[in-house]
Protein backbone atom coordinates (compact mmCIF):
# COMPACT_ATOMS: atom_id res chain seq x y z
CA UNK A 1 0.00 0.00 0.00
CA UNK A 2 1.75 3.44 -1.00
CA UNK A 3 0.07 5.46 1.80
CA UNK A 4 0.44 4.08 5.33
CA UNK A 5 -2.43 3.24 7.59
CA UNK A 6 -3.87 4.17 10.17
CA UNK A 7 -3.03 7.67 10.61
CA UNK A 8 -3.96 10.51 12.56
CA UNK A 9 -6.12 12.60 10.50
CA UNK A 10 -6.56 16.49 9.56
CA UNK A 11 -7.98 18.97 12.38
CA UNK A 12 -9.88 21.90 12.94
CA UNK A 13 -9.81 24.64 15.12
CA UNK A 14 -12.91 25.75 16.42
CA UNK A 15 -13.87 29.73 15.72
CA UNK A 16 -16.59 31.63 16.47
CA UNK A 17 -17.58 33.68 12.89
CA UNK A 18 -16.44 33.16 9.48
CA UNK A 19 -12.24 33.02 9.49
CA UNK A 20 -10.35 36.42 6.79
CA UNK A 21 -7.56 34.62 6.11
CA UNK A 22 -7.26 36.31 2.63
CA UNK A 23 -7.25 33.11 0.74
CA UNK A 24 -9.66 31.40 -0.97
CA UNK A 25 -11.65 29.21 1.37
CA UNK A 26 -13.97 26.27 0.70
CA UNK A 27 -16.86 25.54 2.71
CA UNK A 28 -18.14 22.19 3.39
CA UNK A 29 -20.99 20.73 6.23
CA UNK A 30 -19.97 19.21 9.45
CA UNK A 31 -21.98 16.29 9.49
CA UNK A 32 -22.14 14.89 13.05
CA UNK A 33 -20.81 10.99 12.78
CA UNK A 34 -17.79 9.34 13.18
CA UNK A 35 -14.73 10.90 11.43
CA UNK A 36 -13.10 8.04 9.23
CA UNK A 37 -9.67 7.34 7.28
CA UNK A 38 -10.80 4.58 4.87
CA UNK A 39 -7.75 2.24 3.20
CA UNK A 40 -9.14 -0.04 0.23
CA UNK A 41 -5.88 -2.25 0.04
CA UNK A 42 -4.18 -3.14 -3.81
CA UNK A 43 -5.92 -6.50 -3.17
CA UNK A 44 -9.62 -4.81 -2.53
CA UNK A 45 -9.63 -5.27 1.16
CA UNK A 46 -11.21 -2.44 2.84
CA UNK A 47 -10.49 -1.16 6.13
CA UNK A 48 -11.87 1.91 7.96
CA UNK A 49 -9.74 3.57 10.95
CA UNK A 50 -11.18 5.93 13.80
CA UNK A 51 -10.03 9.38 14.04
CA UNK A 52 -7.93 7.60 17.03
CA UNK A 53 -6.80 4.69 14.55
CA UNK A 54 -9.39 2.27 16.39
CA UNK A 55 -10.43 -0.05 13.47
CA UNK A 56 -13.81 -0.02 12.53
CA UNK A 57 -14.48 -2.29 9.60
CA UNK A 58 -16.01 -4.95 11.48
CA UNK A 59 -18.80 -2.60 13.05
CA UNK A 60 -19.91 -1.15 9.48
CA UNK A 61 -20.21 -4.55 6.97
CA UNK A 62 -22.66 -2.99 4.77
CA UNK A 63 -20.81 0.54 4.34
CA UNK A 64 -17.55 -1.34 3.91
CA UNK A 65 -18.91 -3.38 1.33
CA UNK A 66 -20.57 -0.25 -0.74
CA UNK A 67 -16.37 1.16 -0.88
CA UNK A 68 -15.62 -2.15 -2.11
CA UNK A 69 -17.71 -1.88 -5.23
CA UNK A 70 -17.68 1.79 -5.95
CA UNK A 71 -13.92 3.04 -4.61
CA UNK A 72 -10.71 1.41 -6.41
CA UNK A 73 -7.90 -0.27 -4.68
CA UNK A 74 -5.09 1.58 -3.92
CA UNK A 75 -6.92 4.90 -2.83
CA UNK A 76 -7.13 6.50 0.73
CA UNK A 77 -10.52 8.62 1.60
CA UNK A 78 -10.99 10.87 4.75
CA UNK A 79 -14.44 11.03 5.51
CA UNK A 80 -17.24 11.06 7.81
CA UNK A 81 -19.72 8.07 8.95
CA UNK A 82 -23.22 9.01 8.99
CA UNK A 83 -27.08 7.89 9.36
CA UNK A 84 -29.76 9.60 7.92
CA UNK A 85 -32.71 8.47 9.91
CA UNK A 86 -35.41 8.03 7.42
CA UNK A 87 -38.66 8.89 9.81
CA UNK A 88 -37.01 12.18 11.05
CA UNK A 89 -34.60 12.84 8.34
CA UNK A 90 -31.96 14.00 10.13
CA UNK A 91 -28.90 12.24 11.35
CA UNK A 92 -28.63 10.22 14.18
CA UNK A 93 -25.66 9.97 15.90
CA UNK A 94 -27.19 7.37 18.54
CA UNK A 95 -27.29 4.76 15.73
CA UNK A 96 -23.84 5.01 14.87
CA UNK A 97 -22.96 4.23 19.31
CA UNK A 98 -25.29 1.63 18.80
CA UNK A 99 -23.31 -0.15 16.06
CA UNK A 100 -19.78 0.21 18.41
CA UNK A 101 -21.46 -1.84 21.30
CA UNK A 102 -23.10 -4.60 18.93
CA UNK A 103 -21.73 -8.01 18.42
CA UNK A 104 -21.14 -9.24 15.08
CA UNK A 105 -24.35 -10.82 14.04
CA UNK A 106 -26.56 -7.65 15.93
CA UNK A 107 -24.19 -5.62 13.86
CA UNK A 108 -25.47 -7.55 10.78
CA UNK A 109 -28.86 -6.82 11.46
CA UNK A 110 -28.28 -3.07 12.50
CA UNK A 111 -26.70 -3.00 9.28
CA UNK A 112 -30.00 -3.48 7.57
CA UNK A 113 -32.17 -1.66 9.58
CA UNK A 114 -30.00 1.36 9.59
CA UNK A 115 -27.04 1.55 7.14
CA UNK A 116 -24.81 3.99 7.86
CA UNK A 117 -23.39 6.13 4.61
CA UNK A 118 -19.29 7.03 3.97
CA UNK A 119 -19.79 11.00 3.67
CA UNK A 120 -16.19 11.39 1.22
CA UNK A 121 -14.67 14.92 1.60
CA UNK A 122 -10.99 14.30 0.67
CA UNK A 123 -8.56 12.31 -1.29
CA UNK A 124 -5.11 11.30 -0.12
CA UNK A 125 -4.06 8.86 -2.26
CA UNK A 126 -6.34 7.54 -5.52
CA UNK A 127 -5.55 4.88 -8.32
CA UNK A 128 -3.81 7.55 -11.36
CA UNK A 129 -2.78 10.59 -9.18
CA UNK A 130 -0.74 8.96 -6.36
CA UNK A 131 -0.15 10.72 -3.15
CA UNK A 132 -2.04 13.93 -2.81
CA UNK A 133 -1.32 14.57 0.79
CA UNK A 134 1.11 17.63 -0.45
CA UNK A 135 -1.07 18.71 -3.02
CA UNK A 136 -3.89 21.97 -2.46
CA UNK A 137 -7.15 21.10 -1.16
CA UNK A 138 -8.59 22.17 -4.53
CA UNK A 139 -6.29 19.52 -6.23
CA UNK A 140 -7.80 16.59 -3.60
CA UNK A 141 -11.47 17.81 -4.41
CA UNK A 142 -10.69 17.53 -8.46
CA UNK A 143 -9.77 13.84 -7.76
CA UNK A 144 -11.77 12.96 -5.39
CA UNK A 145 -14.83 14.06 -8.01
CA UNK A 146 -13.42 12.31 -10.72
CA UNK A 147 -13.09 9.32 -8.62
CA UNK A 148 -16.83 9.18 -7.20
CA UNK A 149 -18.20 10.51 -10.27
CA UNK A 150 -20.28 7.37 -10.88
CA UNK A 151 -21.32 6.35 -7.59
CA UNK A 152 -25.01 6.49 -7.56
CA UNK A 153 -25.96 9.52 -5.00
CA UNK A 154 -29.09 7.25 -3.29
CA UNK A 155 -26.10 4.92 -2.37
CA UNK A 156 -24.02 4.70 0.70
CA UNK A 157 -21.15 6.83 -0.59
CA UNK A 158 -21.34 9.73 -1.24
CA UNK A 159 -19.36 13.13 -1.95
CA UNK A 160 -19.23 15.38 0.36
CA UNK A 161 -20.90 18.81 -0.92
CA UNK A 162 -18.89 22.06 -1.35
CA UNK A 163 -19.12 25.60 -1.85
CA UNK A 164 -16.62 28.91 -2.16
CA UNK A 165 -19.41 31.38 -1.49
CA UNK A 166 -19.46 32.79 1.67
CA UNK A 167 -23.39 33.73 1.01
CA UNK A 168 -24.21 30.49 0.30
CA UNK A 169 -22.33 29.34 3.16
CA UNK A 170 -23.82 31.17 5.48
CA UNK A 171 -27.46 29.95 4.24
CA UNK A 172 -26.27 26.29 5.22
CA UNK A 173 -25.44 27.39 8.21
CA UNK A 174 -28.72 28.39 9.19
CA UNK A 175 -30.66 26.52 7.26
CA UNK A 176 -28.72 22.54 7.67
CA UNK A 177 -28.96 21.92 11.23
CA UNK A 178 -32.44 21.48 10.74
CA UNK A 179 -31.44 17.81 9.69
CA UNK A 180 -28.80 17.54 12.66
CA UNK A 181 -25.75 18.87 10.36
CA UNK A 182 -23.79 21.00 13.14
CA UNK A 183 -22.09 23.55 10.85
CA UNK A 184 -19.57 23.71 8.57
CA UNK A 185 -15.99 23.44 8.18
CA UNK A 186 -13.88 25.69 6.33
CA UNK A 187 -10.87 24.78 4.26
CA UNK A 188 -8.06 26.79 2.63
CA UNK A 189 -8.06 25.80 -1.29
CA UNK A 190 -4.47 26.10 -1.77
CA UNK A 191 -3.87 24.25 1.78
CA UNK A 192 -2.04 20.38 1.87
CA UNK A 193 -3.14 18.02 4.05
CA UNK A 194 -0.98 17.58 7.29
CA UNK A 195 -1.98 14.92 8.94
CA UNK A 196 -2.81 15.60 13.07
CA UNK A 197 -2.67 19.54 12.23
CA UNK A 198 -5.84 21.74 13.02
CA UNK A 199 -5.01 23.54 9.92
CA UNK A 200 -8.95 23.87 8.98
CA UNK A 201 -11.68 25.92 10.50
CA UNK A 202 -15.13 24.32 12.35
CA UNK A 203 -18.14 26.79 12.59
CA UNK A 204 -20.91 25.48 14.42
CA UNK A 205 -24.57 26.55 14.84
CA UNK A 206 -25.51 27.09 18.42
CA UNK A 207 -28.77 27.95 19.85
CA UNK A 208 -29.12 30.12 22.78
CA UNK A 209 -31.53 28.94 25.62
CA UNK A 210 -31.80 28.49 29.28
CA UNK A 211 -31.30 25.37 31.46
CA UNK A 212 -31.24 25.08 35.58
CA UNK A 213 -27.90 24.93 37.63
CA UNK A 214 -27.75 21.96 39.80
CA UNK A 215 -23.85 21.81 40.58
CA UNK A 216 -20.65 22.81 39.77
CA UNK A 217 -16.82 21.40 39.22
CA UNK A 218 -14.16 22.81 41.04
CA UNK A 219 -13.18 25.28 43.85
CA UNK A 220 -16.28 27.28 45.16
CA UNK A 221 -14.31 30.51 44.95
CA UNK A 222 -13.80 29.63 41.31
CA UNK A 223 -15.74 27.20 39.49
CA UNK A 224 -14.73 25.48 36.24
CA UNK A 225 -18.02 24.46 34.91
CA UNK A 226 -21.46 24.31 35.90
CA UNK A 227 -23.23 21.33 35.57
CA UNK A 228 -26.78 22.22 34.15
CA UNK A 229 -30.63 19.96 33.85
CA UNK A 230 -33.72 20.31 32.73
CA UNK A 231 -37.15 18.53 33.40
CA UNK A 232 -38.36 16.05 31.54
CA UNK A 233 -41.58 16.61 29.32
CA UNK A 234 -43.36 13.44 30.85
CA UNK A 235 -42.58 14.80 34.42
CA UNK A 236 -40.15 13.97 37.26
CA UNK A 237 -36.84 15.18 38.44
CA UNK A 238 -34.59 17.39 37.15
CA UNK A 239 -32.26 15.30 34.85
CA UNK A 240 -28.73 16.45 34.30
CA UNK A 241 -28.29 17.41 30.26
CA UNK A 242 -24.64 18.69 30.12
CA UNK A 243 -21.92 20.97 31.91
CA UNK A 244 -20.46 24.42 30.54
CA UNK A 245 -17.45 26.30 29.83
CA UNK A 246 -15.82 28.01 32.78
CA UNK A 247 -17.61 31.48 33.43
CA UNK A 248 -16.63 34.54 31.94
CA UNK A 249 -15.04 36.83 33.92
CA UNK A 250 -17.87 39.61 33.92
CA UNK A 251 -19.93 37.15 35.38
CA UNK A 252 -17.93 35.52 38.15
CA UNK A 253 -18.91 37.74 40.95
CA UNK A 254 -22.62 37.49 40.30
CA UNK A 255 -22.82 33.57 39.39
CA UNK A 256 -20.27 32.90 43.14
CA UNK A 257 -22.75 35.35 44.84
CA UNK A 258 -25.83 33.11 43.68
CA UNK A 259 -24.06 29.43 44.20
CA UNK A 260 -23.07 30.77 47.42
CA UNK A 261 -26.48 31.34 48.50
CA UNK A 262 -27.50 27.78 47.48
CA UNK A 263 -24.64 26.01 48.54
CA UNK A 264 -25.13 23.81 50.85
CA UNK A 265 -27.81 22.05 48.36
CA UNK A 266 -31.09 20.25 50.54
CA UNK A 267 -30.97 16.97 51.67
CA UNK A 268 -33.28 15.96 48.72
CA UNK A 269 -30.96 16.76 46.08
CA UNK A 270 -32.26 15.15 42.76
CA UNK A 271 -28.92 14.09 41.68
CA UNK A 272 -26.43 12.08 43.47
CA UNK A 273 -22.89 12.92 45.13
CA UNK A 274 -20.81 12.11 42.28
CA UNK A 275 -22.04 11.57 38.62
CA UNK A 276 -20.53 8.76 35.79
CA UNK A 277 -18.16 10.00 33.66
CA UNK A 278 -20.28 8.84 30.58
CA UNK A 279 -22.81 11.78 31.64
CA UNK A 280 -19.78 14.30 30.35
CA UNK A 281 -20.43 14.27 26.69
CA UNK A 282 -18.27 11.98 24.94
CA UNK A 283 -16.21 10.79 28.43
CA UNK A 284 -16.12 7.34 28.32
CA UNK A 285 -18.20 4.90 31.27
CA UNK A 286 -14.85 3.68 32.74
CA UNK A 287 -13.37 7.03 33.86
CA UNK A 288 -13.66 7.17 37.49
CA UNK A 289 -16.85 9.55 38.67
CA UNK A 290 -16.80 13.33 38.47
CA UNK A 291 -16.56 14.75 41.77
CA UNK A 292 -18.51 18.06 41.92
CA UNK A 293 -20.24 20.57 44.40
CA UNK A 294 -24.02 20.00 44.65
CA UNK A 295 -26.29 23.53 44.73
CA UNK A 296 -30.11 23.74 45.33
CA UNK A 297 -31.37 23.72 41.82
CA UNK A 298 -33.14 26.88 41.43
CA UNK A 299 -30.11 29.03 39.48
CA UNK A 300 -31.49 29.70 35.58
CA UNK A 301 -28.62 30.20 33.38
CA UNK A 302 -27.86 31.10 29.87
CA UNK A 303 -26.66 28.48 27.53
CA UNK A 304 -25.37 28.44 23.95
CA UNK A 305 -25.35 24.83 23.06
CA UNK A 306 -24.64 22.98 19.29
CA UNK A 307 -27.51 20.33 17.86
CA UNK A 308 -24.95 17.30 19.01
CA UNK A 309 -27.08 15.36 21.72
CA UNK A 310 -27.06 11.57 22.93
CA UNK A 311 -29.19 9.92 25.12
CA UNK A 312 -31.04 13.17 25.99
CA UNK A 313 -27.90 15.28 26.82
CA UNK A 314 -25.93 17.91 24.91
CA UNK A 315 -22.58 16.19 24.02
CA UNK A 316 -20.53 19.54 23.86
CA UNK A 317 -19.72 22.01 26.70
CA UNK A 318 -22.59 24.76 26.39
CA UNK A 319 -21.16 27.66 26.44
CA UNK A 320 -22.42 30.01 29.66
CA UNK A 321 -23.62 33.45 28.47
CA UNK A 322 -25.43 34.74 31.19
CA UNK A 323 -27.35 34.17 34.79
CA UNK A 324 -30.73 34.44 34.53
CA UNK A 325 -31.91 35.94 38.28
CA UNK A 326 -35.08 37.15 36.56
CA UNK A 327 -36.01 33.61 35.68
CA UNK A 328 -37.45 30.62 37.68
CA UNK A 329 -36.74 27.00 36.94
CA UNK A 330 -40.22 26.38 35.66
CA UNK A 331 -39.58 28.90 32.47
CA UNK A 332 -36.86 26.86 31.48
CA UNK A 333 -38.02 24.73 28.41
CA UNK A 334 -37.97 20.81 29.21
CA UNK A 335 -35.62 17.98 27.81
CA UNK A 336 -33.46 19.33 24.77
CA UNK A 337 -36.19 21.78 23.91
CA UNK A 338 -34.69 24.92 22.47
CA UNK A 339 -38.09 27.29 22.81
Avoid at 108 to 133: I, K, S, W, Y
Avoid at 226 to 238: A, D, K, Q, V
Wanted: with cysteine.
Amino acid sequence: MPVRCPFTPMLATAVDDFPATGRELFYEPKFDGFRVIVCVHEDGGVHLYSRNRTRLTAAFPETAAAIRQYVPPGTVLDGELVHWNATTGQLDFTALQRRLRAGTRRAADLARREPVTLVAFDCLHAPGHGGLRNRPLRERRRALEDLLRDVPPDGLVLLCPQVNDRGRARLWLELLPAQRIEGLVVKPADGVYRPGVRGWYKLKHRDVTTAICGGYVGPPERPQSLIIGRHPSTGGRLRVVGHTTAPPPDLRAELDAELARRTPAAEDHPWPAELPASWFGGLPAARPPTPYTRVTPTLVVEVAVDIATSHGRWRHLARLQDVRGDLRPTDVPKDLDLE
